[in-house]
Nanobody, 118 residues
Framework: QVQLVESGGGLVHPGGSLRLSCVAS????????MSWYRQAPGKERELVAS????????TYAPSVKGRFTISRANAKSTVWLQMNSLQSEDTAVYYC???????????WGQGTQVTVSS
């Protein structure tokens, strides 16, 4: 079955950086676009960044464009989210899932908490 395991979150000061990882299994990772989502307290889950299967194309939410970078290593079934210039508004639980514009899997991982605070 589909498994998605996120890690790499933590507490960081404004302006700091974090790199999130998602290790996937149970599906054709190489042939599946992957995305990062986030959910802040009291808000709906939102799409943050996506990358196609070969890793050639990426897309970002306007709020993170220029600060976040999504990448992947198909040989490792892993997708990363490099987050720079973090702001308090980036505080959320971050999740990965399949798909480019819509979450492909009903299964979600446990997520990884990112807290940006001074």
């Amino acid at each position: 079955q589909v498994q998605l395991v996120e890690s790499g979150g933590g507490l960081v000061h404004p302006g700091g950086s974090l790199r999130l990882s998602c290790v996937a299994s149970g599906f054709d990772f190489r042939g599946t676009s992957m995305s990062w989502y986030r959910q802040a307290p009291g808000k709906e889950r939102e799409l943050v960044a996506s990358i196609t299967g070969p890793g050639i194309s990426q897309t970002y939410a306007p709020s993170v464009k220029g600060r976040f970078t999504i990448s992947r290593a198909n040989a490792k079934s892993t997708v990363w989210l490099q987050m720079n210039s973090l702001q308090s508004e980036d505080t959320a639980v971050y999740y990965c899932n399949g798909g480019y514009t819509v979450a492909r899997f009903d299964t979600w991982g446990q997520g990884t908490q990112v807290t940006v605070s001074s």
